[in-house]
């Protein structure tokens, strides 16, 4: 007896096929989903090996400018005590002149930190939007 176009061997073998390619997706999404992790773990390795070394090379960089500034500092205060002024009086030029710069510096630093509003903007639109929501779900 041959069997007809939905029968219970057409859906049995149906059933098994459909199975199998759930089950090969499933295996695919999971080799695929791992792989990706495995890529943006490489990536997230790299990136932070090259922070690294953008962060020592910063630091070096900063080191050395501490380095230099004292050096010009001695070269400022010898060359104003060329012009005949005591040496003393020629540090505390230069000390004076550092002070100036720092005072101003922090001058701007709280000018600039005075200015911050915060996230005014957000806390208004999601205000606005926990309002809506609100009125939506009564």
Excluded: P
Excluded at 8 to 37: C, F, P, Y
Excluded at 103 to 120: E, P, Q, S, W
């Amino acid at each position: 007896m041959a069997a007809t176009v939905g029968s219970r061997t057409d859906q049995v073998n149906g059933d098994h096929k459909l199975s199998a390619l759930v089950s090969s997706a499933t295996k695919d999404v999971s080799t695929l989903m791992r792989d990706e992790i495995a890529l943006a773990k490489a990536e997230v390795r790299r990136d932070v090996k090259q922070a690294a070394t953008g962060s020592g090379l910063f630091a070096a960089a900063g080191v050395l400018a501490v380095f230099a500034l004292i050096m010009l500092s001695f070269a400022a205060a010898y060359g104003i005590h060329n012009f005949g002024l005591g040496l003393a009086w020629s540090w505390l030029i230069v000390a004076g002149v550092y002070l100036l710069i720092g005072a101003l510096c922090g001058g701007i630093g709280m000018l600039r930190l005075k200015g911050i509003r915060g996230v005014d903007a957000t806390k208004r639109t999601a205000n606005k939007s926990i309002a809506v929501l609100k009125r939506t779900v009564r």
